[in-house]
C-alpha cells in the first residue's frame, strides 16, 4: 500500500475555497506537497468536485484561470438535510467573493465596474451537462449600463443580459426555455434578420424587456434586480439540479452514488462573445477518438461559454486557431501540454479567449473512445510518462469490446454507394457500425429499444433530455453539433456509433420524416420513420438499407497492450467455439486453446438435423445405432476441423448437453400441421377417389408420421427441462449416443496425428451431481477412448473431466476429483441452480423488477445491484466454486480449473477467477481480448494488495 | 460403547463348526461366557448363518436339537472367488460328520443304519425361502431299504427316498418340478387314488423308479448312489443358490449386501413323516400378527420340513396339539419360552416331532406385523424383559405407517355385505385394506403395477418366483396356505394386507377368473380379470368392487410406545397441514404445531379458484385489488380454522409460492375450447341470423372470454415454472397478494384472540435466495401486521422467518437470519435444486434409471442407492443445511430450525435432523407418528454414541 496522508475530516475543513487557497490543504502533510496534492486529488474532487478542484489545482499550477471560488460538497449536503440553504451561507461567498473582486477589479452589483460570475455544479464524477449553470450573474438595469460602458460594447452588453435572464429564467425559475426563444423569433422577423449575431443593441436591449415581461407574466415577480438574491437563488438551483430526473439516470447509468452531492463553483465571467479577438473552445491533449497524438478540439470565435459544446453552431478546429489568433495558439499549446505532463493523461480543457488574452476555465481527464484510450495508453507508456502496469490498468477491459464491434463490410459498403445507396456523411462522432429503423422521437426510441427493436435516433441535434433515447439506441445521427456536441461525448462513452452534424439533412418533425438532397440534383430524398438506415461512426457515412457487417481484428494498439498484458497475466485465456470458423477467430484474437465445444450446436445444421431426429425418434436401439453411425462421420469431421484450428493448443469438447426434444419441432406447430393435413384429406375425400389415389397416400403417410412426431415430443415433454433429462443422464440412460461422440473424437484426432496435426482432446462430462455418474460416464469413455487408440495403433494426449454447473456437484468436489482431470466451472447453470433461477424465465418476468426495484410500501427498492448472470455472484455462487477449488485440490492438486460459462468474459467475474486461482477461463471469441486484459487487471490489483489474493466481496 | 471382545478374524477361524462347538469360539474372552456370545451374536451370524447360529445356540442352551455342523461362510466367498469348491473341504465335512454319526448312532451310506441328513442355507441376514434347501440326503438304493428296516415302515422310507431325489433332482441337476409331478399325477391315476398319502410302498417305490428315468433321460446320467457325491454336489448347490434371481431380488429389495454369502448347515434328518406321532410344525411366542402373547403357530401330522411352510396342505392351529399330543405340547410351550427369554426377542421356532420327541430345528427373532411389533415391544417392556430404550428401537418407524393405513369403512362394508357383493372369505394374513383390479399373473401384476394402476395378485399359492409381482401389487390373495405361507409371511415384512387359504376360490388360468360359490346355492360366481376387489388382510374378507376405506387412529399400544418415544425425543415434531381437517388429524397424532400450512391449496377449491382466476387476469392494480378483496374473508376464514385447530400450539404459514398459471386452465384444453366454440358459431350462423341472436351472442361473449385466457396462460407461460415466477418472487412483484394474506392472517388471529383461542402464526417467505428478497417483504410484512393490530388494539405472538430451499439462502444463511426469526427447510425443493432434479422429470425419466442400475459397457451399474427425494442426502444437500444451520446460529443462537420438505416423516432423515441439532421437522399428519418414533430413536443413538451428535454418511 502507498502511505497516503490521513484524509482530513470533511466536518473541520472550510465551507468555501478561494481557488488559490485550496491547494495548501490537500498538499498538507509529510513529503513533498505536489506529491501529496497528486496523491489527494481523490479527496479534493470528493470535496470540490471535478471541476472546483481542477481549478484549485490549475491554479495553483500557475496557469491563467478566472478567479473565483468553491462551494464545497458538504453545503449541498447539508442543503438537503436541512431541507433549506446552510445559515450563513451566502454570508461567506459574499466574504470571500470580495477577494476576487479585489483581484478583478470590479465588485458584483456595482454600476460602474460590475463583476459578472459564472455560478456551476461539479460533482466528484464527471456528470457532463446532467447538472444546471448559470452565466452572466451580476446583471441588472443598472451594472449592464456599467458593462456596456467599460467594454465599449453596448450589443455585448445587452446581449449578455438576455442571455443571463433567459438561462436565470429557464434553471432558477422554471420557465420553459421556448418561451423565451419566441420572443427572440418575433424580434428576428419584425427586425427582418435571421441571425442573432444581426440583432444590433436597441435590438436586443428591446428584447431584454420583452424577456422581463415573460418573467413577471410567468412568476408574477419582476426579475431579480437584487445581485446577491441572484447570487443565492443561483446555487439553490445548482444544489437542486443535482437530483433532477436526467441527473439522476445518469448516476443510475453510471452507477455513481446518489448521496455525494455537487460542489458550486463561483467564478468570475470571462467573454469570448465581447469581440472578434474573443473565442471560446475545447480541446483534448490527444484525439478522443483515435488516440492520435494531435492538439484536437474545436472553437467558435466571440461566442460564449455553452456554444461550443452545446451545439448549436458548427465550430471551427482547433488547427485553424494558428491562423486566426496565433499568440493563443501558442499560448494554448504550451499550457496544454503542462496539464498533460501534470496530470499524466489526456486532458479535455476548456478555454475562453477575452481580446486576446487566453483563459483555461476547465481541466480534466479526457473522456475517449476505447481505440483512443488503447493507442493513449500504449503510447504514453512508449513515451515514458506512465508504466507499463498503469498503462494496462488505463484501460477498461468491458470498453474493448467496442473496437472488436462489428464494422460494415467495405466492398458491402461501396456496392451500397455504387447503388446509390449513401444518403450523406456527417461527422464520424463515436466509431463503429449501427443499423436500425429511424425514429426521430427519445421516447419512442426508449420503448421500441426496450421491446428489442433495432432503432437509429435522428435528432436535429441532442441535449441531456435525451440520454434515455439514446441509451437503448443502436445509434445517433445529429444535423448539427461537432464532435464535442452532446451527442458525440455521450455516444463515445457508450461505445455507440454516432454520425454528428450532418447538416445536408433536414429533419420535419410533423411529417416524421428526414430530407437529404440528392447527389444529382434529382428532388431530394425523403426517409420516413421505420426506414432502415445504416451509419457508420467511423467515417460519417449514412446509407439507405441494411449493410453487411464484418468484424474487425485487433489493431495494432490493442495487439500492443494485449502483448503487454499477456506478460503480465497467469491466467489463461480460452475460448468457446463449436465451429473452426469460431476457432480461428478466437485463435487470432489470443486464445490459447478452447475452453468449451457444445456439440450440440453441431447438431443443429440443416444437413444434420434429420439425422438427429432419426435417432431421437428411433424405437430401439438398433434404429438409435443406425442414426449415430450416420452422425460420426458429420462428428468426427467437426472435431478434425477444430483440431486444425488450433493445432497444439487444447480443445475442451463438452459430450450432448440439452434435452432431446429442442431438437424436435414444437407441438403446437404439429398439431397446425396435422391439421392442415386432415383438412386436405377430407377436401381430397370429395373428389373421386381414384384421380386423387396418390395425393390421399401421400397426404396419408405425412399424417401418420407427424402424428408419430407428436407422440414422440409428447413423450419428452419435460415441466422443467433445465433440470430433466440432459446433460450426463443423456449419456447413461442412451450411452451409445457418449459412444458415438467419443469415438467421433479420438478418430479425428488420430487423423490428425498421422498428418503432423497435435490434437489434444479435453473431453468433458455435463450436468454430473454425483461422482458414480462420473464414473459410469468415465468407465464408457476409457473403454472408447482406449478402442479407438488400439485400432489406430496411436497414443493420443488427452484428458477426462467434467462440468461444475450442478450445486452438488461444487458440494462433493473432492469426491468428484477423484475421477476429473479437470473442472470446468459451467457458471451459467451453476447460478441457475444456486438462485433457482430459470434464466428463460426470470430475465423477462422478475430479475428485471429485482433490478429496477421493486415496490415496498409505495417506494422502489432495488434487490439486485447487479445481475447475477453478467457478473458473477461471489458471495452464493461464488462460495460453491471456491468450496469446490480447495475441494477440487485436496484430492487432486495439480487439477485444471477453468470457468466456461458467460462470466469468462465479464471482468469481474474474471478477477475472481484470479483471486480464485484458476487455470482458465473461457469466453466467446470476440471477448478474448477483454479476458486478457482484464486477467492482466487482477494480477497488477493482487500484486498491489502484496501479491496475495484475497477475497473480495461485491 | 460396549466393551465388546475382539472380533476373531474369520481367517483363523475353523472351516466347520458342530453345532456343540460353535460357542466356546464366540463366548470366548473376559467375562461371563453367556453374555460374551450374546454381545457375538451377529458376528456368529456372519459367520455361520442365521440357521447355523441358532442351532450351535440352542444346542448350548440344552435345547434338543438334532445333531449337525455348519460350514461357514467363508467357504461360499471362497467357492466364488476360486470358481469351485475349496480344496479339502468334503474331507473336513466327512470327518466332522463322522462326530454326528457317533451321536446319532447311524452313518451316511451305511446300509443297515443310514444317517440322513438336510443340507440348507444360511445368511446372516433372513432371506426366506429363497435360497436352495435338500433333504433326506444319504438315499440310494442300498440305504432306503436299510431305513425301511430300521423305522419299520418301507412306505416311509421309498416316499423319503423319492422326495429326495424330487429335491435334488430340482435343486442340483436344474430338472423342472413339473417332470416329477406328472410322473406323481400318472401314478395316482393308475393307482385311482386322490392323495399322495393313499399310495402305497409298492407305488412310491415304482415312483422312485420313474424319478431315477426322468434322471437319466433329463441328464444323461443315473441319479448318484454315491453319498458322498450327493452331499458334496448338494453343498455346492446351496452355495450357488446363493446368487439365484430371486435371492438377488430379494436382496436388492431388502438392501442386502450382495458379498456376504451364505453358509451351509449339514444336519441329520429327523422325521415328522415318519408316523401318526410324528409331526411337523411353525410356531411364534407371540402372535405375529396381533402382538398377543400366546402361543401361536400351525403343525401337520405326518408331514416333513418344508410342507407347512410351502402351505400345501393347510395345517392344523397349534392350540389343537394339547388334544393330539399333550406331552408335546408341554415340552414345546416351555422350551419355547425358555428360547424367548434366553433371545430376549419373539422366537419364530420350526419344530418336528419323530414318533412323540420333541426337536427344535430352528428358532429366530420372529417376523411381526407392525401392530404386533408395537405390543409386544410395550408388554416386554411392561414384563420387564426388556429396557425402554430397548424397547423403543424394537420398532421401525416405517413400519408404523401400515398400523395408519386406511381401513375399510364399517358401515361401507357391511353395506355392501348385505348388497350381497361378499365374495369369500379366507385368513386373515396380513392386516390393512387394499382395492385394486383382479391380476393372476405375477408378471403382469409387476408390468401394472409399475405403471401406477393398482391391481391385487389372486393365486392358488405363493412361492418365492412370485415376489417381483407382491411388491407392486396392492395386496394379495391365496386360495391355499395359511398364517405362515410363503405369501402371509411375505405379505406382512411388506405391511401388504393378505388373504391367504381361501379354499373356496377356484382359479381357472386359462381363463383368467376365478370362481367363488353364491351363498344362496345359486350358480357359481365368476370374478374375470380386470374386476375390482376390495380385500381386508384384518378379517380375510374378500368384496366385489371397491369399498370406501377410513383412516385408522392411534392403537392403545402405539399410543403407550409414542408417549414413551416423546419421554426421550428432544426433536420437535409438527405436522404439514392446510385445513382444519388436516390439523385436527395431526394434533391426534401428536403434532406440536403446524409446520407448513400452504396457502395455496386453499386457493384450489371450487368456490375460490374463479376469484383467484379473477385476481391473476386482473389487467391492473385496480381490479386486482378488488379480486384480493374478495380473496380477504375467504383466507381469514381458512386461518381462523387453523388456529381454532391448533390453539395454543404455533403455526406456520408460507405465503403464496407456486407459478400463478398453476391456477389457470391448460392452453390445450382452452385452444380446444376455442375451436369448438368456433365450430359453433360458424354453425349458428348457417340459420337465420335473427332466430339464433342470443345463442351467437353468448358464444361470442365465451369466445372472447376464452381468448382472453388463452393470452394471459401465454404470458404467464414459462420454461421452466420451477424457477421462474413463484416463491417470494410473486410477492415482491405483486405485492398487494402479500398484503391480503398477512392481513388475512393476523385478522385471523386477532379474531381468535377475542375469543380465547391462542393463535401463534409463524408466517414464512418462499424461495428465498438473497437477504434483499427477505428485507423487501419484512418491510411488507411489518407495516402489514403492525396496521392489523393496530387498528384492533391488541398484540399477537407472531414469528417471521423464510423457507431455505434455494442453494444460495443455504450459502448466505448468515445474512438471512440477521432478518428471519426462523428458517424451514424445504428439503423437496433443495433437494431439486441442489441436484438439478425436477423431480416431476426425474422420477419419470431418469431417477429409475438411476435407482436400477444404468447400462455400463453391458452391465447394470447403479447410480443411486437411496432416491434422494425421500431419503435425504446427507453429503450434498446435508451439506448445505448444516452451513446455513451453523452460519444461522452464529448469527442469531436462538433461531428456530425445521424441516418441511417430505423428508420430515423418513426416519433416516429425522436421524440427521436431530444430528444437526434442529428445532423440529415437519411431516405429513399421517407420518407424525413414524416421526415421533424415529426422533427418540435418533436420540437414543445419540446417546449410545456418548450423548455426541457426530455426522454420520451415507
Redesign the interface.
Known sequence: MKKVPAAMPQGSLPRLFLFEEAHKFFSAGDGDPAANLARRRDEMKAILGGKGAGLAEMTASGVQVPPGLTITTANCLDYYKQGKMPEGLLALVLEKLAKVEETVGRKLGDPSAPLLVSVRSGAKFSMPGMMDTILNLGLNSETVNGLAAITANPRFAFDSYRRFIQMYGNVVLGIDKEEFEHCLSKLKQSEGVKLDSELSAAALKSLVASYKEVVLARTGKPFPENVQEQLASAIEAVFLSWNNPRAIYYRDLNKIDHNIGTAVTVQSMVFGNLDDRSATGVCFTRNPSTGEKALFGEYLIRAQGEDVVAGIRTPDKIASLAQTMPDVMAQLSATVQMLESHYRDVQDIEFTVESGKLYILQTRAGKRTAEAAVRIAVEMFEEGIIGRNEALMRVDPREINSILLPSFDASAKSAAAKGGRLLAVGLNASPGAAIGEVVFDPDEAEQRGKNGEKVILVRVETCPDDIHGIVPAQGVVTCRGGMTSHAAVVARGMGKPCVAGCETMRIDASAQTFTVPAPDGSPARIVRKGEVISIDGSTGEIFLGAIETRVAGLTKHLAQLLDMADSVRKLGIRANADTPYDAQVARRFGAEGIGLCRTEHMFMSQDRLPVVQEMILADGLDSRMAALDKLLPMQRQDFIGLFEAMDGLPVTIRLLDPPLHEFLPRKEELVEEVRALEARLSDLNRHSRRKVRNAVARAETALSEKRALIAKVEQLH????????R?C?LG??F?EINVMQVRAIFEAAVDCSRRGIKAQPEVMIP?I??V??LN?AR??FD?CAAQVMQEAGLEVDYKFGTMI????AA??AD?IAEVAEFFSFGTN?LT???????R???EG??LQ??LEG????GQK????KENPFVVL?R???G??MRMAVDSGRSVRQDIKLGICGEHGGDPSSIAFAHELGLTYVSSSPYRVPIARLAAAQAQIEADERGGQATQRDK
Open positions: 419435460e415441466v422443467n427441462p433445465m433440470m430433466g433429462l446433460g443422464r447413461l440412460v450411452p450436468l451431481g454425483d458414480q455418474e459410469a468407465a464408457v473403454a454447473e450442478v450445486p452438488r458440494l462433493t469426491e447453470d441457475q441452480m444456486t438462485y433457482a433461477f430459470s428463460d424465465d426470470a418476468k422478475f423488477h429485482y421493486v415496490d415496498v410500501l427498492r432495488k434487490i439486485f455472484d458471495k452464493g455462487v462460495k460453491l
